[in-house]
């Protein structure tokens, strides 16, 4: 079982903006504006695309933005397009006991 | 641009080490950031094993600790993971990868799959 809890599967047709959650706890992803995700194609690596809650780092689409809410982080992708279509993983800063945990990866259907 | 190489035995048998090498370039480590192993096992989530900084210092997920040691080798430019008393749970790909001080991994290696098995 993950430390941090995402939606297994979302899923959206192309050009529609989609939302995925990941909740944790007042330890973790309430305590810290560390939270980053992570877009990984199968058989890839994982790529950052969010860090620090809202940041993008260079080369990221504008389509994809991160938000915070209490204990709960959120990934938005806007004007999905088919190659959005992968696993995407949050990721939070959790303390100097536990350092870092990571959700368990929500799949992204582009229908 | 950052590179990151993991090496190591594809194969491991039950309660024996693991052992896995990084080996970095375009970066020296002895110039910062912190550098670290995620593994996933086949077809599930992340899970973070542990970070080491240049200078020696160490984090680790608690509950991987005990059987866990990363090492520097700023000379080689490199940082090596082992991994004790392997069972088939520990059965993974092995990513090395880059943070800095707060913990989003910009820099990935290309994977390693290590199999326990006897």
């Known amino acids: 079982q993950s430390a941090l809890t995402q939606p297994a599967s979302v899923s959206g047709s192309p050009g529609q903006s989609i939302t995925i959650s990941c909740t944790g706890t007042?330890?973790?992803?309430?305590?810290?504006?560390?939270v980053s995700w992570y877009q990984q194609h199968p058989g890839k690596v994982p790529k950052l695309i969010i860090y620090?809650?809202?940041k993008r780092p260079s080369g990221v689409s504008n389509r994809f933005s991160g938000s915070k809410s209490g204990n709960t982080a959120s990934l938005t992708i806007s004007g999905l397009q088919a190659e959005d279509e992968a696993d995407y993983y949050c990721?939070?800063?959790?303390?100097?006991?536990?350092?870092?945990?990571f959700g368990g990866g929500t799949k992204l259907t582009v229908l | 641009q950052v590179q990151l190489l993991e090496s190591g035995p594809g194969l491991a048998k039950p309660s024996e080490t693991l052992s896995l090498t990084c080996a970095v370039s375009?970066?020296?480590?002895?110039?910062?950031?912190?550098w670290g192993w995620i593994r996933q096992p086949p077809g599930k989530g992340l899970e973070w094993i542990g970070t080491?900084?240049?200078?020696?210092?160490?984090y680790y997920n608690p509950p991987l600790k005990s059987r866990v040691t990363i090492s520097v080798d700023t000379s080689k430019n490199q940082f090596s993971l082992k991994l004790r008393s392997v069972t088939a749970a520990d059965t993974a790909v092995y990513y090395c990868?880059?943070?800095?001080?707060?913990?989003?991994?910009?820099?990935w290696g290309q994977g390693t799959l290590v199999t326990v098995s006897s």
């Open positions: 620090e809650v809202i």
């Open positions: 990721a939070s800063y959790a303390g100097s006991t536990t350092f870092v945990v």
């Open positions: 990868a880059r943070t800095d001080g707060t913990w989003e991994w910009d820099y």
């Open positions: 080491i900084y240049h200078s020696g210092s160490t």
């Open positions: 375009g970066y020296s480590i002895s110039s910062g950031y912190y």
């Open positions: 007042s330890s973790d992803v309430g305590s810290y504006n560390l």
